[in-house]
């Protein structure tokens, strides 16, 4: 009887709830009133329940998650999506140096988008989503393993960190680091010199170029390192060489978006830390001084 009365009540709040228009959202994407899903809210501590919060139907559909179809070692995603994880042609020479790679999506479409709005746009609200779904992504990978003691988000130079005003990619690890309740740490990792296309070369070769980053105080410690954008990998390997050479036991890679070499609107992708046009740069000031 009492399950039934209350089971009434719940009903008819929800139903004033919706008359009164008051679960009604704006769609992060696109900026169109959409009402989430029941229970999106409780289920927020999921990529899909951070997605079903946030975004409209037809923008979650956008937002594709890469499940399977990428290369475990390196995260490079294969032609096919449904295609079963396997070693890419270059992780059969030679696996990178750190040890689990996590990512949500391949760089293109909407995710894309939302990367560079946050990148030139100085979209707070996107880092925010955006920082959300890294945030589950890494407590759902820990769960039945180990954590890493410490977070480094990918440094920016000092230069460009004062042009800009802020460091996105520190938004976005913000909630990684809340959600997983492992402290960020940017002082450990420092970039000293800009990342060149010669670091694509293989590791011995690499070994005559000056160490682009320099790392200190992370004797021992397992370090989760986290960017937005992984496009060649490149930069990430460098800064894990540098991390492990300077004493970390481990480094793990979390990224939002993997570029592909078969996504037509993922080339040219350039994480948080690369360089950008003056003119972009000013869309993102400009944006931000409102
Ligand atoms: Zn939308
Ligand atoms: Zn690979």
Redesign the pocket.
């Known amino acids: 009887m009492e399950e039934g009365t209350a089971a009434t009540v719940g009903r008819f709040a929800s139903r004033v709830v919706r008359l009164l228009g008051l679960r009604e959202r704006r769609c992060v994407a696109c900026r169109e009133p959409f009402e989430p899903e029941d229970g999106a809210d409780r289920a927020e501590s999921s990529v899909d329940g951070v997605l079903q919060r946030f975004f409209c139907p037809a923008c979650r559909a956008k937002m594709k998650r890469r499940m399977t179809g990428f290369?475990p070692?390196?995260g490079?995603p294969s032609l096919l999506e449904d295609a079963p994880c396997m070693?890419?042609e270059?992780?059969l020479v030679r696996t990178p140096p750190w040890n689990d790679v996590m990512f949500f999506g391949v760089y293109g479409g909407l995710l894309r988008e939302l990367l560079l709005r946050v990148k030139f746009g100085g979209s707070l609200a996107c880092a925010d989503v955006l920082g959300r779904l890294l945030a589950t992504l890494c407590v759902e990978h820990y769960e039945v393993t180990v954590k890493p003691d410490v977070i480094v988000p990918m440094p920016l130079d000092r230069g460009r960190l004062r042009e800009r005003g802020f460091n996105q990619c520190r938004e976005i690890v913000r909630h990684v680091s809340k959600d997983m309740g492992v402290p960020v740490r940017s002082d450990l990792l420092v970039k000293v010199r800009q990342v060149t296309p010669q670091e694509l070369l293989n590791r011995e070769q690499r070994q005559n170029l000056k160490q682009p980053f320099h790392s200190t105080g992370v004797d021992g410690l397992f370090v989760l390192l986290v960017d937005d954008v992984c496009t060649t990998g490149a930069t990430l390997e460098r800064a894990t060489e540098s991390l492990l050479s300077a004493g970390a036991s481990r480094v793990d890679v979390a990224v939002l978006a993997r570029s592909s070499r078969f996504e037509k609107d993922g080339a040219g992708a350039a994480s948080c830390h690369e360089a950008a046009s003056p003119a972009m740069h000013n869309a993102g000031k400009a944006r931000r001084a409102e």
Do not use: F, L, N, S
Request: glycine fraction near 0%; aromatic fraction near 12%; charge should be neutral.
């Open positions: 290369c070692y390196c490079e070693p890419c270059r992780c």
